[in-house]
């Protein structure tokens, strides 16, 4: 039987010897030349490339992956197969979605030709129907629109017409909620081709690091350098933040009202870097000022966050892209809140119902509530204090034992919270 170049590369995904560059390098050209035979075969293939491009072992290894990215659009399995790859995010692949009304906005500005209302979306023909007060609103839009102006782009400059501020607008065109879609062309966004220059490029010469940190020492590191960045890189950056959204069928409010004029980059040890932006002022609340938040690992898009601020305390919606999960999401995190730390003087950092399971099954089925645990949040109200004790104590006399979700859904009610000081 010959073997199986990608699951053998898969094998070598957390392997990082004196040879395993060497190793990876002979099966990427394999794979390069390899027609894959379905699309989740295609898919596990684009994964491991992004992951050998935030985590290279050699510079050699490095350009091939950069390669075979730069021409994943064209590779003959994946353009057989991009039906059933639909909204993945990958390169020559469609994205279709709900998006809300700055992120709409932003894409019809950017990629108007490739932008459309998807015509099965039949709660959106009779919400636009109701609006012109006829039974379809797709067949009014195309008895109206100027014919070289597509659906969508033409949809949103109507609404953009409206008398009111930006508040009711918003509120108008998401009560409609359109599904869009991007079709794909040159420069429209993708999880393939993301990338930004934050710093020099890290080798990764040892296994990465799965240790669980301690947090009052990584706090007390700073990170290596602050600096704000120009209001045209900044506008390249919040683009690069709202493209790792659009890419995963997402939507966050501090990256689509993300304000270039308000842009740092934290560079960090070991090729990682946060951008850190504002929203723009209309945006603002009284109380709590919030801001978006990329992770990049060798300029690579690997995780992001929604932050609230309010004085010395932090709320953090911390997230890992599934690609980059299982590695060293735990050092990642409290390299976060080094950042936090030496940028905003936090000195509490809490964690909100939601980001532990409350209305999120997928934050229950990775056991979060436990991961902010462990490495030493904790919960604030007496209940939760003793549902965690009665846990541990099962937990300490069976080391088998684990929560089931019925228990994490309880303690998912109460937030978790770590003092620095």
């Known amino acids: 039987m010959r073997p199986n170049p990608l699951r053998a590369l898969e094998k070598l995904r957390n392997v990082f010897r004196q040879c395993s560059g060497r190793e990876k390098l002979a099966l990427l050209r394999v794979l390069d030349r390899t027609r ?13 490339l992004c992951f050998l491009r935030a985590y290279p072992d050699d510079a050699r290894t490095l350009a091939h992956a950069k390669r075979m990215l730069s021409g994943f659009a064209r590779r003959a399995d994946l353009r057989r197969h991009r039906d059933e790859l639909e909204s993945s995010g990958l390169a020559g692949t469609a994205i279709r979605y709900p998006f809300f009304w700055p992120t709409a906005r932003w894409l019809a500005r950017r ?28 067949d009014a839009l195309d008895r109206i629109r100027p014919r070289p102006l597509g659906d969508a782009v033409y949809l949103i400059r109507l609404v953009e017409r409206m008398p009111g501020d930006s508040f009711a607008k918003e509120a108008f065109y998401d009560a409609i909620e359109p599904v869009l879609e991007l079709r794909p062309g040159p420069g429209t966004p993708s999880r393939t081709l993301a990338w930004h220059r934050a710093g020099p490029t890290f080798w990764q010469h040892a296994p990465l690091d799965r240790a669980r940190p301690d947090l009052r020492a990584e706090i007390r590191r700073a990170p290596r350098r602050v600096r704000k960045v120009p209001a045209r890189e900044g506008a390249r950056l919040i683009d690069l933040a709202r493209a790792a959204m659009v890419t995963r069928s997402r939507d966050m409010d501090a990256f689509a009202y993300g304000d270039p004029r308000e842009v740092r980059i934290v560079e960090d040890a070991g090729g990682l870097a946060f951008v850190l932006n504002a929203m723009v002022a209309e945006r603002h609340t009284a109380t709590v000022a919030t801001y978006g938040a990329l992770t990049l690992k060798n300029g690579v898009p690997i995780g992001y966050m929604d932050l609230g601020v309010a004085g010395s305390h932090v709320e953090i919606a911390f997230n890992t892209f599934p690609t980059f999960r299982g590695g060293e999401t735990a050092r990642v995190f409290a390299r976060t809140l080094a950042m936090l730390r030496h940028v905003f003087r936090s000195e509490t950092f809490g964690i909100d119902a939601y980001q532990l399971g409350r209305g999120n099954h997928e934050a229950i089925e990775s056991g979060a509530w436990w991961f902010y645990y462990k490495l030493g949040f904790r919960p604030r109200a007496a209940a939760a204090k003793l549902l965690a004790h009665r846990e541990l104590e099962r937990w300490r006399a069976d080391r088998s034992y684990r929560s089931s979700e019925a228990t994490l859904g309880k303690l998912a009610r109460w937030p978790l919270i770590y003092r620095y000081h």
């Open 111 to 138: 990629w108007p030709r490739h932008l459309t209302l998807d015509r099965l979306d039949k709660a959106a023909d009779r919400g636009i129907g109701k609006v012109f007060g006829v039974r379809s609103g797709f």
């Open 36 to 48: 894959l035979g379905n699309a989740r075969l295609v898919g596990r293939l684009h994964e491991m």
